[in-house]
């Protein structure tokens, strides 16, 4: 897609002037100084939404689908520009995707049992204010995809984002709560605070009106969202492998593979981190990495810079490389890489730093492995038990079958690029919270709803 830059540049910058965010009056579509304030004009939304019909849910919806449509190069510059982490254009393309494929009120489901004792329906309801906690390598896309889902299933939404991601964050949801208003709904539909912090954090989770809290992001939100007392969904951390086997076809897995992990700068959570290959195959898929897909074979002593730039002694990231091209984190270890660089590669065993960890960034060590038996041996110990996603290039239906029981991860693409899960080149609708942690995987309006049992006795069974 291509996208002028300066253009946008010039665009985004008028906008956030216009916003002029540091006096934005307090409770301004759905912006606050105040948390406790921010819940307060949620909950009011919610009296209404919770009463809206689904035409109505769906009429304010349709008209967010379209202004993300409209402003999808607006938000993915702004992400990028705040954040410093990204691609622009593959921003664009997730904004297309979430306002295009984000499930509304056709996910609610019911179930219904008819016979001589009468008629008995159970119905997704909602559950109310919902507390969201947001990460910074998705922002406007998971504040967009998780209030979908939640005001499709009548619920109003509480964010309290990534503090490096706010200015996008608040964009969004000043535009949400503009298309509610034009559409006929309420306003503070998603609210926020100018400054998210810890505190305004612990004020949302504790907070006696949120029953339901949605976590997005490492393991840390995750475990201080299950850790309040209250219902938690949590879509947290991952370090995906992907498996290549001698059955494969190698030059597509090559392909497939540097094409998903390099998708936004290797920021997905679902995005392959690293790669296991039986040793027959290994040098084959380096080959067509490095000749047809524009990848960086780095010597040990790359790899020890690179070691020491991204992560300190303890073996946490410098958020000055999350999410940076690979060309970028070669010239902050001296290396000039040449034009169309894509990704980073290396072969390394599996304890290699840059390979055991969740980096974020487009650097993909290739653990060799002496057969497949020992290749899932080693992937099922890189995703450490987070249970998370998981990817497999094999022609071999007994093994993926094997590998898909033995991850247990919450997706498991096959033969195919790891976006495919989100519906770019897959099946199924995409999200940006994936509840990896708690079990609901890939969440939608469905994931956000108390289940409600309405019975007749004795009437309405008409069979
Ligand atoms: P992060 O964990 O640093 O931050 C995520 C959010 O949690 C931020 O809003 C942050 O302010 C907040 N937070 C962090 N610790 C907290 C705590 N103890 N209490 C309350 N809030 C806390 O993550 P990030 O860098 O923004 O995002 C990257 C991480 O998120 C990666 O590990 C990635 O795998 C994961 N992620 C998972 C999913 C998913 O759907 N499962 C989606 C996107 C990102």
Redesign the pocket.
């Known amino acids: 897609m291509a996208v002028d830059e300066a253009m946008v540049k010039s665009i985004v910058q008028e906008v956030i002037a216009k916003m002029n965010i540091t006096e934005t009056p307090s409770g301004k579509h759905g912006i606050f100084k105040d948390m406790n304030e921010a819940i307060e004009a949620a909950k009011k939304s919610e009296k209404i939404v919770r009463n809206m019909s689904l035409d109505q849910r769906e009429k304010i919806i349709s008209l967010i689908r379209q202004k993300i449509h409209e402003t999808a190069e607006i938000t993915a510059r702004m992400a990028v520009d705040e954040t410093g982490m990204g691609n622009v254009g593959h921003k664009i393309m997730k904004n297309h995707l979430v306002a295009d494929g984000t499930p509304g009120t056709e996910d609610l489901k019911t179930i219904a049992w008819s016979g001589d004792r009468g008629l008995t329906l159970v119905e997704e309801g909602p559950f109310g204010v919902i507390g969201a906690?947001?990460?910074?390598?998705?922002?406007q896309e998971?504040v967009y995809c998780n209030t979908i889902g939640m005001l499709a299933a009548g619920n109003t939404v509480v964010f309290?984002?990534?503090?490096?991601?706010v200015k996008v964050t608040i964009y969004a949801i000043n535009l949400m709560n503009e298309c509610s208003l034009a559409a006929g709904g309420p306003d503070n539909i998603a609210v926020t605070v100018e400054k998210?912090?810890?505190e305004t954090?612990?004020v949302m989770?504790n907070h006696p009106d949120i029953p339901l809290l949605v976590?997005?992001?490492?393991?840390?939100?995750?475990?201080?969202?299950l850790s309040v007392g209250k219902r938690g969904i949590?879509?947290?951390?991952?370090?995906p492998p992907a498996l290549v086997d001698e059955t494969a076809d190698i030059r597509k897995a090559a392909e497939d593979i540097v094409n998903g992990c390099t998708f936004d700068n290797n920021?997905?959570?679902?995005a392959e981190k690293e790669v296991v290959a039986v040793e027959s195959i290994i040098d084959e898929l380096m080959h067509y990495m490095i000749n047809e897909q524009g990848c960086y074979l780095a010597s040990d002593e790359v790899q020890k810079k690179l070691v020491s730039t991204v992560m300190d002694e303890k073996g946490r990231?410098n958020?000055k490389c999350?999410g940076r091209d690979a060309k970028t984190l070669l010239s902050m270890v001296g290396v000039q890489a040449p034009e169309g660089t894509r990704c980073i590669i290396f072969k390394g065993e599996k304890e290699h730093p840059l390979i055991a960890t969740?980096l974020?960034m487009p650097i993909l060590g290739i653990v060799p492995a002496k057969d497949f038996d020992d290749a899932l041996e080693k992937a099922l110990w890189l995703e450490h038990g987070?249970r998370?996603s998981a990817h497999i290039h094999s022609h071999d239906v007994t093994r993926i079958t094997r590998y898909a029981r033995a991850m247990d991860t919450?997706i498991l693409v096959k033969n195919g690029p790891s976006y495919a899960a989100l519906g770019f080149g897959g099946e199924g609708f995409p999200?940006?919270?994936?509840?990896?942690?708690t079990g609901e995987g890939l969440?939608s309006a469905s994931t956000f709803t108390k289940k409600r049992r309405c019975v007749m006795v004795d009437s309405l069974c008409i069979r």
């Not at 976590?215 to 969202?225: L, N």
């Not at 920021?267 to 679902?270: G, K, N, T, W, Y």
């Open positions: 906690i947001t990460p910074c390598t998705n922002p998971t309290n984002p990534h503090p490096q991601a998210p912090t810890m954090s612990a989770m976590a997005t992001g490492g393991p840390g939100v995750v475990k201080a969202v949590g879509a947290g951390a991952g370090n920021l997905p959570c679902i990231l958020r999350v969740e974020m987070n998370h919450a999200t940006f919270t994936i509840a990896s942690r969440t």
